[in-house]
């Protein structure tokens, strides 16, 4: 059975950071991974998603990169803002269309 | 703009009671999902739907119906709500292209005492 976990469980960083979230799955074979981000009482945006062909994606101050062999990816922030404070998601897609497993998340606090 | 819509946002239930949660998407996509998420843990699939007409069972389906009643509603029913329903709902549609992301709804609250 697939299963995803993020480490770490939470984080808080003075703005202006550099960081990295983790996120582990236990079966490479997955169709793709996507990261989401999820405000307080709100659902989930997502932020970026990798084929199971690719090696990274990126968008403005986000990339991910993903490892299919190791069973890892990771999401790196660059310069975080406070706006960036929400939870951060992993999810891999394990059949089109058909089976999503998501990680637990990471709630990220930036300090202004 | 409206992307998913989830009604209603917030219901509180007694054990027993039955409930539908209402989902509609306006973006023409195919495929539409039910998740739960509780704390601690990830959103967990529990009905899906490639198409209309078609539903199939996810991770949690137990205690759950799903109805695709059209391409743009897909809904969810709590014949018998227990305590261990109580959680925050999540509805999701997507495209059928295969490197498209799933659109979210903002959730719904349900908590059965």
């Known amino acids: 059975k697939q299963e995803v976990t993020q480490i770490p469980a939470a984080l808080s960083v003075p703005e202006g950071e550099n960081l990295v979230l983790n996120c582990s799955f236990t079966?490479?074979?997955?169709?793709?991974l996507q990261w989401f981000r999820q405000d307080p009482g709100k659902g989930l945006t997502s932020l970026l998603l990798?084929?199971?062909?690719?090696r990274e994606q990126t968008s403005g101050r986000l990339n991910a990169s993903l490892d299919k062999s190791s069973g890892r990816s990771t999401l790196y922030i660059a310069a975080s803002q406070p706006g960036d404070s929400a939870t951060y998601l992993c999810?891999?897609?394990?059949?089109?269309?058909?089976?999503?497993?998501f990680g637990p998340g990471t709630r990220l606090s930036v300090l202004p | 703009n409206a992307g998913v819509t989830q009604t209603p946002k917030f219901q509180v239930l007694k054990t027993g009671q039955s409930m539908t949660l209402q989902c509609a998407q306006d973006m023409n996509h195919n495929s539409m999902y039910w998740y739960r998420q509780d704390p601690g843990m990830g959103l967990r699939l529990i009905y899906y739907s490639a198409s209309e007409g078609t539903t199939d069972k996810g991770e949690v389906p137990n205690g759950y119906n799903v109805s695709r009643l059209n391409k743009r509603e897909f809904s969810l029913r709590l014949e018998s709500a227990a305590p261990s329903q109580t959680s925050v709902y999540f509805c999701a549609s997507s495209d059928d292209r295969y490197d498209q992301p799933q659109h979210f709804g903002d959730g719904t609250r349900l908590s059965i005492l």
């Open positions: 990798i084929q199971s062909s690719q």
């Open positions: 079966d490479s074979a997955i169709y793709n």
């Open positions: 999810a891999v897609e394990l059949n089109y269309g058909q089976n999503f497993v």
